[in-house]
Antibody, heavy 122, light 109 residues
Framework: QLQLQESGPGLVKPSETLSLTCTVSGGSISSSSYYWGWIRQPPGKGLEWIGSIYYSGSTYYNPSLKSRVTISVDTSKNQFSLKLSSVTAADTAVYYC??????????????WGQGTLVTVSS | EIVMTQSPATLSVSPGERATLSCRASQSVSSNLAWYQQKPGQAPRLLIYGASTRATGIPARFSGSGSGTEFTLTISSLQSEDFAVYYCQQYNNWPPALTFGGGTKVEIK
């Protein structure tokens, strides 16, 4: 059974960089037809897609966050990571990593991590 | 950016009754629409993709319909475990700019 687990600091200071890692177990991050994505959810609010990466390193990002986001992959560790720079209180959210089933006709998130709360505060 | 609008924000339904949730896209997304269910403290779960295809393991009481800009998720007979928040998500265009709706909370009446 595929499992994803987010890890990283739960508290980040304003203007600093938020860094999270997602570890994939029970399957290979190098599987074809799958991207790997990050989605966030501010407390009590809806879902916002941040960006996605293929095992080759190909990425695509939410245009509204693109200037601050970097997603990378480490196939040797079966992990992918998120960096979000210049954070403010508005970036406080539960951050989820997820497997993205991506074909020419389908882009959906079929496996999710449990999520990790990141609070931006001094 | 394609904006997804869900209605109503909250739906009060009695167990055993039918629930009908709506999702509207600001421009056509063809049938490139998915639905997710999220329970408190849990990650979302994929229910429907391609507007009407149930994901693996999803009960038949969940059904999706629509195309273009208007979509519907129907839960034919609500069970206790169905009370949750439901989100739609579009995946039109390439490179995709994936967007979610604001969610509909289905609560016990």
């Amino acid at each position: 059974q595929l499992q994803l687990q987010e890890s990283g600091p739960g508290l980040v200071k304003p203007s600093e960089t938020l860094s999270l890692t997602c570890t994939v177990s029970g399957g290979s991050i190098s599987s074809s037809s799958y991207y790997w994505g990050w989605i966030r959810q501010p407390p009590g609010k809806g879902l916002e897609w941040i960006g996605s990466i293929y095992y080759s390193g190909s990425t695509y990002y939410n245009p509204s966050l693109k200037s601050r986001v970097t997603i990378s992959v480490d196939t040797s560790k079966n992990q992918f990571s998120l960096k979000l720079s210049s954070v403010t209180a508005a970036d406080t959210a539960v951050y989820y990593c997820a497997r993205e089933l991506a074909t020419k006709v389908l882009i959906v998130f079929d496996y999710w991590g449990q999520g990790t709360l990141v609070t931006v505060s001094s | 950016e394609i904006v997804m609008t869900q209605s109503p924000a909250t739906l009060s339904v009695s167990p055993g009754e039918r629930a009908t949730l709506s999702c509207r896209a600001s421009q056509s997304v063809s049938s490139n629409l998915a639905w997710y269910q999220q329970k408190p403290g849990q990650a979302p779960r994929l229910l429907i993709y391609g507007a009407s295809t149930r994901a693996t393991g999803i009960p038949a009481r969940f059904s999706g319909s629509g195309s273009g800009t208007e979509f519907t998720l129907t839960i034919s007979s609500l069970q206790s475990e169905d009370f949750a928040v439901y989100y739609c998500q579009q995946y039109n265009n390439w490179p995709p700019a994936l967007t979610f709706g604001g969610g509909t909370k289905v609560e016990i009446k």
